[in-house]
C-alpha cells in the first residue's frame, strides 16, 4: 500500500476515533445531568428505554474503538491492508467501505458462508 494511501486511513480512523470518544462523553454529561422526576410511570418507562438504546449504541461504539485502535497500531506495524487469512492485500475499496476491516472480500465471504452453515 502507498505512503499516501496508509496516511488516508490513519487520517479517517483517527476521525472515527475522535466521533466516538466525543459522542461517549456527551452522552456521560447528557446522563448524569437529566435527573427527571416524571410523575408518570410511562413517560419515566419511555426516559428509562432511551437511555437503555443509548448506553447499547455506546457499547457497540466501545468496541469499535477498541477495533480502531488496533487498526491505527497496524498501521505503525505495517500490516494493515493485509488480510489476515490468506495474506493477500485487501482492496482500497473495502477499506474505505470498512476501515477496521482484516479481512478481504473473499475471505470475509467465505467467513459468512461458513458462519450461515453453522447456523450462527
Known amino acids: 500500500m ?4 496508509l496516511e ?3 487520517s479517517v480512523l483517527k476521525k472515527m476515533l475522535e466521533e466516538i470518544q466525543r459522542e461517549g462523553d456527551k452522552t456521560i454529561e447528557e446522563m448524569s445531568s ?3 422526576h416524571f410523575p408518570d410511570p ?3 418507562a419511555s426516559q428509562e428505554s432511551d437511555q437503555f438504546f ?3 449504541l455506546r457499547d457497540r461504539e466501545r468496541k469499535l474503538l477498541k477495533k480502531i485502535k488496533e487498526a491505527l497500531q497496524r498501521i505503525e506495524d505495517g500490516t494493515y491492508g493485509i488480510c489476515e487469512m ?5 482492496g482500497i475499496e473495502r477499506l ?3 476501515p477496521v476491516t482484516t479481512l478481504c472480500i473473499k475471505c470475509k465471504t467465505k467467513q459468512e458462508e461458513q458462519e450461515r452453515l453453522r447456523g450462527f
Open 2 to 5: 502507498r505512503p499516501e494511501d
Open 54 to 56: 443509548t448506553l447499547r
Open 34 to 36: 437529566s435527573e427527571h
Open 86 to 90: 490468506c495474506g493477500e492485500e485487501i
Open 42 to 44: 410511562g413517560d419515566r
Open 96 to 98: 474505505k467501505a470498512r
Open 8 to 10: 488516508y486511513f490513519r
